[in-house]
């Protein structure tokens, strides 16, 4: 019966930890105001980084995963602007697969491709999903955040975490 307890302490301990640690709510979004929904795109979007091919934007994604202590598995181009990285978190109680899904584009991400992650994430059994734009999302994917294991990162984001981590563009 105690290991039944321990279990179900275990189970609590590892939400809370999770809960604590975890997902970031989308404040990396940045309304408009404007009417039909807007974007998060400011007007002086250029002044963040910019990658010269989907090779650099790739292993700039590998060394955040590695800074961040995770376990690059494979690294899978799955269009000509877009790859996924997979990672695992080392042993713990929040060890798990990590898929980070990066999109090379100058366009506003709608909600209809983040739930394409989602669903992989699901299909894999992945602890999370991390979206990476070099653009920014739509208001749309504020929808989606709840109750989901998925991150967003704008260009926003991304270039502050890579500066924090000494992670060059090229």
Request: proline share 5%.
């Amino acid at each position: 019966m105690s290991v039944v307890y321990l279990m179900i302490g275990g189970l609590l301990l590892g939400f809370v930890l999770i809960a604590i640690a975890g997902r970031h709510p989308v404040p990396v979004l940045r309304e408009d105001g404007g009417e039909g929904g807007g974007t998060d795109t400011p007007p002086d979007k250029d002044r963040f980084r910019r990658f010269s091919s989907l090779e650099t934007f790739a292993e700039a994604i590998r060394q955040l995963a590695l800074a961040q202590g995770m376990n690059v598995q494979k690294i899978e181009r799955s269009d000509d602007n877009e790859f996924e990285v997979f990672a695992s978190l080392p042993a713990g109680l929040a060890s798990g697969l990590v898929i980070f899904h990066c999109v090379m584009t100058d366009e506003p991400v709608t909600a209809e491709r983040v739930e394409e992650l989602k669903s992989s994430v699901r299909g894999e059994r992945g602890l999370k999903g991390v979206f990476i734009t070099t653009d920014y999302f739509t208001a749309d994917v504020h929808k989606i955040v709840e109750g989901s294991p998925i991150e967003f990162v704008n260009i926003e984001r991304l270039t502050q975490l890579l500066d924090e981590h000494g992670i060059p563009e090229e």
